[in-house]
């Protein structure tokens, strides 16, 4: 699992006009092929009178599986184009359709790779892209008489609070990335005076908005 990666947060679409051509982008989050090849088709479908439906997708955590299509645009004019916004991005498990409503104006070779460059660049602004930050839950337990400095504490750090149970003793779940882990439990001991527990809970993905 990667430590940390790029990708668009869940659906979203967003449209532009160039020279009296729609250019409808549609940006969802997949985790294989056949997700994105079932988003393809889905929007292909719901645009099934548009001009072209032009798609890329990038899967993987080594961007094993890649895939353009033109989709009856001139060869290597869209979907190629799509999947190096992708790239350049250095967004994962990601598939766009850029579908176009011909207005009547050819773009030419050139005025395509631009047009279908500009509206999944844009696409990808309006949607947004989210960080995901592999994580460990760290599962802090303490008297009552600690919770007040201990919260103030997590919030006025780098670490995010997840959950706070109150039981028997207060517990505290907090994200830690795995490398500090060691750094964030020895902080808890001494902000504690040895007196809390901690435990180790499961490893997850934690989002946060990604701004360039």
């Known amino acids: 699992m990667l430590p940390r990666y790029l990708t668009v947060k869940e659906y979203g679409e967003h449209e532009i006009n160039i020279q009296?051509?729609?250019f409808i982008a549609q940006l969802k989050r997949v985790e294989s092929e056949q997700d994105a090849q079932e988003f393809?088709?889905?929007?292909?479908?719901?645009?099934?009178?548009a001009t072209h439906n032009c798609s890329a997708y990038l899967i993987g955590e080594h961007d094993q599986i890649q895939k353009a299509n033109d989709d009856g645009e001139p060869s290597g004019t869209a979907g190629v184009p799509i999947l190096e916004v992708l790239k350049k991005r250095q967004l994962?498990?990601?598939?766009?359709?850029?579908?176009?409503?011909?207005?009547?104006?050819k773009l030419g070779a050139g005025g395509l790779i631009r047009a279908y460059g500009k509206a999944t660049s844009e696409g990808l602004e309006a949607v947004g892209v989210v960080e995901r930050r592999l994580v460990q839950i760290i599962q802090v337990k303490i008297d009552y008489t600690w919770l007040g400095k201990i919260e103030r504490e997590l919030r006025a750090s780098e670490y995010k609070i997840k959950d706070i149970l109150y039981l028997d003793n207060v517990q505290i779940d907090v994200y830690v990335e795995e490398d500090k882990s060691?750094?964030?439990?020895?902080?808890?001991v001494e902000q504690t005076n040895g007196q809390c527990t901690l435990g180790k809970g499961e490893t997850v993905y934690l989002e946060e908005d990604f701004v360039r």
């Open 20 to 22: 009296k051509s729609r």
């Open 182 to 188: 060691k750094i964030f439990m020895d902080w808890m």
């Open 40 to 49: 393809i088709q889905a929007i292909k479908k719901k645009h099934w009178n």
């Open 92 to 105: 994962k498990d990601t598939v766009v359709v850029i579908t176009r409503y011909f207005g009547g104006i």
